[in-house]
């Protein structure tokens, strides 16, 4: 599968994994659909970027977490694509748009749980259904966890439940959706130093240090070291890659 005129949606696009993500994928010379919640201004700035490089790019407002809005997102994006490429569909979905939380199990609320399930498990599940028929046979999808899926840190219990939800749903896909030749697989970075959760890991010296004590390769990851690792899994080469969850930590808790 050549890469040449292939499009991919990144959900969440305008800044962090999902920027770093979106400018891989262009080095692949894949055009790109990111979205953005509220941030439209970095989101214009990630397409100024890609369409520099001679590729297509776009940005569209999103609500992840918003199921109902869905249908109008989708009218939406498939009209801009048609104007754009002269098709409705996409090559590459990947499903990276989210938001932090971080409460102790004692004193989640039902609103807590209720927002991060919307963003994290139901709109994942609901945008990627409603967006099957405009995913070309032979493309990908890529879902985003996290290493709290797989070690435990006080404070992450709904947020985590809800990446490991999406892990199980995207064995599923792959298995569903192999006979239209779609891979689908999961990509869970660990600590990493962005703005997520507001600079959460970035900004807590003492928390920053302490993850890189854990790691094998001694450090905390940035985001360079994730969105190649999505590019990659939208190539030729990864193409009997599927079903597979791909931690991306370092070597943390190893």
Same mark, same amino acid.
């Given at each position: 599968?050549s890469?040449g005129?292939?499009?991919?949606?990144v959900?969440?696009?305008?800044r962090?994994l999902?920027?770093n993500?979106a400018l891989?994928?262009?080095?692949k010379?894949?055009?790109?659909?990111i979205t953005?919640?509220?941030?439209?201004a970095e989101?214009?700035?990630?397409?100024?970027?890609i369409?520099?490089s001679?590729l297509k790019?776009?940005?569209?407002?999103l609500?992840?977490?918003?199921?109902?809005s869905?249908?109008?997102f989708v009218t939406n994006?498939?009209?801009?694509?048609?104007s754009e490429t002269g098709s409705t569909?996409i090559d590459f979905?990947?499903n990276?748009?989210?938001?932090?939380l971080y409460a102790?199990f004692?004193?989640t609320?039902?609103?807590?749980?209720?927002?991060?399930m919307?963003?994290?498990?139901?709109g994942v599940?609901?945008?990627?259904?409603k967006?099957?028929p405009?995913?070309?046979?032979?493309?990908?999808i890529?879902?985003?966890?996290?290493?709290l899926? #797989?070690?435990s840190y006080?404070?992450?219990?709904?947020?985590?439940?809800m990446k490991g939800?999406v892990e199980?749903?995207?064995r599923?896909l792959a298995?569903?959706?192999?006979?239209r030749?779609i891979a689908?697989?999961?990509?869970a970075p660990?600590?990493?130093e962005?703005?997520?959760?507001?600079?959460h890991v #970035?900004?807590?010296?003492e928390?920053?240090?302490?993850i890189a004590?854990?790691?094998?390769l001694g450090?905390?990851?940035?985001?360079d070291?994730i969105?190649?690792?999505?590019?990659?899994?939208?190539?030729d080469?990864?193409?009997?890659?599927?079903g597979?969850?791909?931690e991306?930590?370092?070597g943390i808790?190893?």
């Amino acid at each position: 599968m050549s890469t040449g005129n292939k499009i991919a949606l990144v959900t969440g696009g305008s800044r962090g994994l999902g920027r770093n993500m979106a400018l891989a994928l262009a080095g692949k010379g894949i055009n790109v659909v990111i979205t953005f919640n509220s941030n439209k201004a970095e989101a214009d700035k990630v397409v100024e970027e890609i369409r520099s490089s001679g590729l297509k790019a776009a940005a569209l407002q999103l609500n992840a977490g918003d199921i109902k809005s869905f249908d109008g997102f989708v009218t939406n994006l498939t009209t801009v694509l048609k104007s754009e490429t002269g098709s409705t569909n996409i090559d590459f979905l990947i499903n990276n748009a989210g938001t932090a939380l971080y409460a102790p199990f004692v004193e989640t609320t039902e609103e807590q749980l209720d927002a991060v399930m919307n963003i994290h498990y139901k709109g994942v599940f609901f945008l990627t259904q409603k967006l099957l028929p405009f995913l070309n046979d032979g493309g990908r999808i890529i879902n985003i966890s996290s290493g709290l899926a #797989r070690f435990s840190y006080p404070g992450s219990a709904a947020y985590a439940s809800m990446k490991g939800a999406v892990e199980v749903l995207t064995r599923y896909l792959a298995k569903e959706l192999g006979s239209r030749g779609i891979a689908a697989n999961i990509v869970a970075p660990g600590a990493i130093e962005t703005d997520f959760g507001g600079g959460h890991v #970035r900004d807590n010296k003492e928390l920053n240090q302490q993850i890189a004590n854990s790691t094998a390769l001694g450090r905390v990851g940035l985001p360079d070291d994730i969105g190649g690792v999505v590019a990659f899994l939208c190539t030729d080469e990864a193409r009997w890659i599927n079903g597979q969850r791909i931690e991306v930590s370092g070597g943390i808790h190893l």
